[in-house]
T-cell receptor, first 112, second 118 residues
């Protein structure tokens, strides 16, 4: 079945620095890759997504890159702020209807 | 984007009782909704796909007689945890997927329902 590996599991950065989270997937038929931010006690919030027909997408301080050949995609957060502290999940979909398979999550801590 | 609500936001119940959780798609007519379960410090695990007007599709290992799903309208799906036990204590989250115009990749999640079974 589908499998998504996410690294690192925890990430501590200084405010203003960049944070990078990487995910790899196994199903070559996957074509949709969203990223979610989850704050404590809340549901996941979609922050950015990318489809397989593009290699990079950017939205202000957040960017996602996709390498379909290598089957990996990454989330880049620049100029991190304390409010970026949360758990981030990558996911992949498209191969099995519109189901999503999630990575294990990355706990990001931005130190002021 | 689409907005999804859940009710209740948290519930405490005694072992052996049943608990119903509601998931509403507020501005999108969802023919498909998804139910996830999340244990502390873990990822989201898909439990089932809720299909409007038909039976839900359950993931492997999820007991369909224990987790009853009803999707009677395009804006409401319910998950009932029957005969709840302490091991059912978890964070239950729903999302909306496909709409009346077909499957939609982007899923928006509800705020979640925290269930504690004593």
């Amino acid at each position: 079945g589908e499998n998504v590996e996410q690294h690192p599991s925890t990430l501590s950065v200084q405010e203003g620095d960049s944070a990078v989270i990487k995910c790899t997937y196994s199903d070559s038929a996957s074509n949709y890759f969203p990223w979610y931010k989850q704050e404590l006690g809340k549901g996941p919030q979609l922050i950015i997504d990318i489809r397989s027909n593009v290699g990079e997408k950017k939205d202000q301080r957040i960017a996602v890159t996709l390498n379909k050949t290598a089957k990996h995609f990454s989330l880049h957060i620049t100029e991190t702020q304390p409010e970026d502290s949360a758990v981030y999940f990558c996911a992949e979909g498209g191969a099995a209807g519109n189901k999503l398979t999630f990575g294990g999550g990355t706990r990001v801590l931005v130190k002021p | 984007g689409a907005v999804v609500s859940q009710h209740p936001s948290w519930v405490i119940c005694k072992s052996g009782t049943s608990v119903k959780i509601e998931c509403r798609s507020l501005d999108f007519q969802a023919t498909t909704m998804f139910w996830y379960r999340q244990f502390p410090k873990q990822s989201l695990m898909l439990m089932a796909t809720s299909n409007e007007g038909s039976k839900a599709t359950y993931e492997q290992g999820v007991e369909k007689d224990k987790f009853l799903i009803n999707h009677a309208s395009l804006t409401l799906s319910t998950l009932t945890v029957t005969s709840a036990h302490p091991e059912d204590s978890s964070f239950y989250i729903c999302s909306n997927g496909g709409g009346t115009t077909g499957a939609r990749e982007t899923q928006y999640f509800g705020p979640g329902t925290r269930l504690l079974v004593l």
